[in-house]
Nanobody, 123 residues
Framework: QVQLVESGGGLVQAGDSLRLSCAAS????????MGWFRQAPGKEREFVAA????????IYADSVEGRFTISRDNAKNTAYLQMNSLKPEDTAVYYC????????????????WGQGTQVTVSS
């Protein structure tokens, strides 16, 4: 079992940066692919970024490609989402998730979820 806790959200201005962290508990963090999703008010939860267990491969939603970077430090049981050049449309609750499957954009294939952290970008 894995428990995930996100942190690092907050209120920023357009163009600013934030780094989100996802701290995992348990013995098997390193075998999970990790993903970040976000959910804005009135919208479905959508894929943002994912990284495979080794950190060797990453995928991004088109809306964040070139601005966001996902990474992980298995020794620290932590995944990260570096968000640069933030836009008001990035405002959402951001969730990290762990998958026992391969790296994936599909929400239903993630087995564990954090509680979310709010990111608000003002214009």
């Amino acid at each position: 079992q894995v428990q995930l806790v996100e942190s690092g959200g907050g209120l920023v201005q357009a163009g600013d940066s934030l780094r989100l962290s996802c701290a995992a508990s348990g013995r098997t963090f390193s075998i999970y692919a990790m993903g970040w999703f976000r959910q804005a008010p009135g919208k479905e939860r959508e894929f943002v970024a994912a990284i495979r267990w080794s950190g060797g491969s990453t995928i991004y939603a088109d809306s964040v490609e070139g601005r966001f970077t996902i990474s992980r430090d298995n020794a620290k049981n932590t995944a990260y989402l570096q968000m640069n050049s933030l836009k008001p449309e990035d405002t959402a609750v951001y969730y990290c998730a762990a998958s026992k499957s391969v790296i994936t954009t599909t929400r239903r294939l993630y087995d564990y979820w954090g509680q979310g952290t709010q990111v608000t970008v003002s214009s």
